[in-house]
Nanobody, 124 residues
Framework: QVQLVESGGGLVQAGGSLRLSCTAS????????MGWFRQAPGKEREFVAA????????YYADSVKGRFTISRDNAKNAVYLRMNSLIPEDTAVYYC?????????????????WGQGTQVTVSS
């Protein structure tokens, strides 16, 4: 199994930046593709960003493209989400997810391992 723990959430003003971290344990981290998803109140969980096992391929939702950056450090068993130019619409619980096999995926259905989430609130 893979265990994931998110950190870095909090309250930030619109236009500000925040960096989320996700640390993993269990199966070999370098073999896992990783993703970030978010869920706002009353909304479906949506894809935010994904990265393949090596970090060579990344994918972003249109709503965050150009503002968010996903990265990973396999030596530290960690994946990050740098969020710039935050807007109130980014307010949500952000979840880190992992899947074995190495290939990144934009669908939550293909990620069997999930963290507990971290709250991000962007004030206007």
């Amino acid at each position: 199994q893979v265990q994931l723990v998110e950190s870095g959430g909090g309250l930030v003003q619109a236009g500000g930046s925040l960096r989320l971290s996700c640390t993993a344990s269990g199966r070999a981290f370098s073999n896992n593709a990783m993703g970030w998803f978010r869920q706002a109140p009353g909304k479906e969980r949506e894809f935010v960003a994904a990265i393949n096992w090596s970090g060579g391929s990344t994918y972003y939702a249109d709503s965050v493209k150009g503002r968010f950056t996903i990265s990973r450090d396999n030596a530290k068993n960690a994946v990050y989400l740098r969020m710039n130019s935050l807007i109130p619409e980014d307010t949500a619980v952000y979840y880190c997810a992992a899947r074995s096999g190495g290939g990144a995926d934009t669908s939550s259905f293909n990620y069997p391992y999930w963290g507990q989430g971290t709250q991000v609130t962007v004030s206007s």
